[in-house]
């Protein structure tokens, strides 16, 4: 299955690198999502920005953490996928490089969404579901 099924109106929401660490967590919280996409006009990749981020910004610098910035914490080396990718190729990536989010990008490399490990496994559970009501199905069915 390729990604372009599990992004059908999947929404990304994007954040600007000048953004304050307050605006970020509280742009976070309204939206319910763990990541956001650093880009100044939604469509070009500046870096991403999760709670981790927040997390590990926050050890001995809590207090400075007020006047952070997303540039400040964000991560600029973004690795991508498009809609074409196979869940299973996202899968092996998002398991060796220990990452929760993708955005999805077009052939311009443009941002057109973002696959988060959730919806990975949401699909997968969803294909293992209907594998084993095929072969439930075979199986009663006496062929």
Known sequence: ?????????????TISASASVHDLVNSLNSHHVGALVVSSDGKKIDGI?????????MPGKLDQLIGMHVRDIMTVDV??????????ELMK????????HVPVVD??????????????????MSELDSERQALKDYVTSGN
Do not use: F, Q, W, Y
């Open 1 to 13: 299955m390729k990604v372009s099924a599990i992004i059908s109106g999947k929404r990304v929401e």
């Open 93 to 100: 990536m998002m398991t060796e490089l220990r990452i929760r």
């Open 79 to 88: 690795h991508t996928c498009t809609p074409d990718s196979t869940i299973a």
């Open 107 to 124: 052939t311009a490399g443009s941002l057109i969404s973002i696959v988060s490990i959730g919806d990975v496994v949401k699909n997968h």
């Open 49 to 57: 920005v999760s709670e981790r981020d927040v997390v590990r910004a």
